[in-house]
């Protein structure tokens, strides 16, 4: 008998966990306890959930599509793609910016370009406003100085992030404009290691 009890009271707490279990996977807005949206990425890198991302971050001429929305640049963005049934297993790409099943979409690459203005007939959505330096505002460390900490530090090119040409070449129409600029090395004056060798990184870190 103590064993029959044993075991029933076993049951009752294993069922009891599972519910707990259930319970908490609906919670949070869908977003799973690892970070993963519901498109199966980090939440705050997916431009489904973050529709504001697609307009904020210009267009890939290099590819034909919004930075946000571009999987050669972005590849963790696949899951995205196909958790929303966008596509194309045969050319291992979207559906949407498969050019090989979608041959007009050829006419919006501009190869090199990134981060500037779409093209006539590719939009990035309502808030994509280009700035007095050229760029769209709300990714304008200029104009938006609270990038600067909220992107946090670049360790690869020990610069602040929102200011790393390297990582966010459509920075570089900033940078010109500003008058920040080394034609030589093709880098902003204010981080050229070449003009400058004894310049100390730490100082870009604050956005000076």
């Given at each position: 008998m103590k064993t029959n009890s044993i075991c029933v009271a076993l049951l009752a707490?294993?069922?009891?966990?599972?519910?707990?279990?259930?319970?908490?996977?609906g919670g949070s807005g869908d977003q799973a306890a690892d970070g993963r949206c519901p498109h199966e990425i980090k939440q705050e890198k997916c431009p489904f959930c973050n529709p504001a991302m697609v307009a904020a971050e210009g267009f890939c001429g290099e590819h034909g599509v919004a930075e946000?929305?571009?999987?050669k640049c972005r590849p963790y963005l696949n899951a995205a793609f196909r958790a929303n049934d966008d596509w194309c297993a045969e050319h291992g790409t979207p559906e949407s910016q498969c050019i090989d099943c979608n041959p007009d979409l050829a006419a919006k690459v501009k190869p090199g370009e990134h981060g500037g203005a779409a093209p006539t007939g590719?939009?990035?959505g309502s808030d994509a406003a280009d700035c007095e330096h050229g760029i769209a505002e709300a990714k304008c460390p200029f104009c938006t100085p609270g990038l600067i900490e909220s992107a946090g530090y670049c360790k690869e090119h020990e610069i602040a992030e929102a200011l790393c040409v390297q990582c966010r070449p459509f920075l570089k129409a900033a940078f010109i404009a500003k008058g920040d600029w080394c034609a030589e090395h093709?880098?902003?004056e204010s981080q050229c290691l070449e003009c400058n060798p004894d310049l100390d990184r730490s100082s870009n870190e604050g956005g000076g």
């Open positions: 707490v294993c069922a009891w966990v599972a519910l707990i279990g259930c319970g908490k996977s946000a929305l571009c999987a590719a939009s990035l093709e880098t902003p």
